[in-house]
Every structure is written in structure tokens, then in C-alpha cells.
């Protein structure tokens, strides 16, 4: 029997992401930056977690505003 030129099967399938977070993130925001701030995200370990609670605070922020 000759191997799978493909590869193994599983590895075909999409991958499936799992969370414990009360709403999985499945949207995906896109934002130009200068490259100096980039660097400095990346120097913040997890630093999408980072970006998603500055993100969270800023609305947070303007709901209290709006009301």
C-alpha cells in the first residue's frame, strides 16, 4: 500500500477552535497601524487579549456616556 499523497485525512478537516468564553470570537476586525505601535503590541505578551480588553473598555466607556 502506498502512502497518501495527501497527507494524513484528519489533517484535511477544518480545524475546530474551542473556547470557555461566554461567545467564541469569530469576527475578525482589521486595523492599519504605524509600525511603531504594532512593535510595541508585540512586545505585550497575549497581546490580542490586550487588544480585545482595550477594545471592551472603549465601549464600555461610551455606553456609560450614553447614559
Not at 489533517?11 to 477552535?17: I, R, T
Not at 469576527?27 to 512586545?43: E, F, G, H, N
Request: charged fraction near 30%; include cysteine.
Amino acid at each position: 500500500m502506498s502512502p497518501n499523497p495527501k497527507g494524513n485525512p484528519e489533517s484535511l478537516e477544518p480545524y475546530k477552535l474551542t473556547t470557555n468564553r461566554p461567545e467564541p470570537l469569530t469576527a475578525k476586525l482589521t486595523v492599519r497601524l504605524p509600525q511603531s505601535m504594532m512593535d510595541k503590541l508585540k512586545a505585550i505578551d497575549n497581546y490580542p487579549e490586550f487588544v480585545r480588553q482595550c477594545i471592551q473598555d472603549g465601549l464600555d466607556k461610551l455606553d456609560q456616556l450614553d447614559s
